[in-house]
């Protein structure tokens, strides 16, 4: 589970082959979850996204955390992946389960799907897959053109990310997407800081307030240096955008 990109020390992370290769040798091995497990993400997965919600597992690998969601309740899960090989046998283990669908599939193209059809997508480690490989930036610009693109209004994209808002806002932040974005950070697994107790789930469900710019404050201190950041992008909802500011204007021109 903690595996990281964070090192970047590959390009091939960006490459089909690469992960191919990969689900190959490892298979027999069982599922692998990067990062975190789906029982520390829950508190803001069941916040930001209803389990009626039509999700979208971007680059689902051969984890756990989609199968985990539904045990959970979550109703339609669609799972894509760049690589044949965990599909095929993600396919083959969750034949019987029909909140769970699994595509084969290059997040930089999703054509296959219309716009605005998922209420959620949920990215554990893909864009982080993309920036570690050739072209990090278009293939990250592609594959979050497509993210937003798929999402309806108010709809959420979840992404779970070694990258910090240095390295990650530049990217979400873009005009074109027009996303709210909030910020969570979670220690990795079983760290604990000497001497402290462990971090309450309320403080972890308060977002980090972010400066202007979209960076940590100056003064914010990572209790885990390895920490992994959970941005919550919210598609903006245009119309209901403009009927709150219209209902504003008419109640300061009523005052
Ligand atoms: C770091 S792993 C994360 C897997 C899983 N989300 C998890 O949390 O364990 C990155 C995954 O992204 C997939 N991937 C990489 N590039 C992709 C692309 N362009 N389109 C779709 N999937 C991609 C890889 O095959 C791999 O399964």
Avoid at 24 to 52: K, M, N
Avoid at 56 to 64: D, E, R, S, Y
Avoid at 112 to 141: H, Q, R
Avoid at 228 to 241: A, G, L, N, P, T
Wanted: some cysteine.
């Amino acid at each position: 589970m903690l595996r990281d990109v964070s090192s970047c020390n590959t390009y091939n992370y960006g490459d089909a082959l690469y992960w191919d290769g990969r689900y190959i040798q490892e298979a027999g091995c069982g599922s692998f979850d990067w990062y975190q497990r789906y029982s520390a993400l829950r508190p803001f997965l069941r916040h930001y996204v209803p389990t009626s919600s039509r999700a979208l597992m971007v680059g689902c690998g051969n984890a756990m955390m989609s199968e985990d969601m539904v045990k959970d309740g979550y109703e339609e899960i669609v799972n894509v992946d760049i690589s044949t090989v965990a599909i095929d046998m993600m396919k083959r283990k969750y034949e019987h389960v029909p909140q769970m669908k699994y595509l084969q599939m290059d997040v930089r193209d999703m054509s296959f799907f219309p716009d605005e059809s998922f209420d959620a997508v949920i990215d554990k480690g893909t864009l982080d897959s993309l920036m570690c490989g050739t072209n990090a930036p278009i293939c990250a610009a592609q594959m979050l053109g497509e993210v937003s693109r798929l999402l309806k209004n108010g709809g959420v994209y979840m992404l779970i990310t070694y990258g910090d808002p240095k390295a990650r806002m530049p990217h979400l932040s873009r005009p074109v997407f027009n996303w709210k974005i909030e910020l969570h950070i979670i220690p990795r697994p079983g760290f604990q800081k000497p001497g402290a107790p462990p971090s309450n789930l309320k403080s972890c469900l308060e977002p980090i307030p972010l400066t202007e710019k979209g960076l940590l404050p100056a003064d914010y201190v990572m209790e885990d240096p390895d920490s992994h950041f959970i941005y919550i992008c919210r598609k903006i909802d245009e119309s209901v955008e403009l009927s709150n500011k219209s209902a504003d204007r008419l109640t300061a021109d009523l005052l």
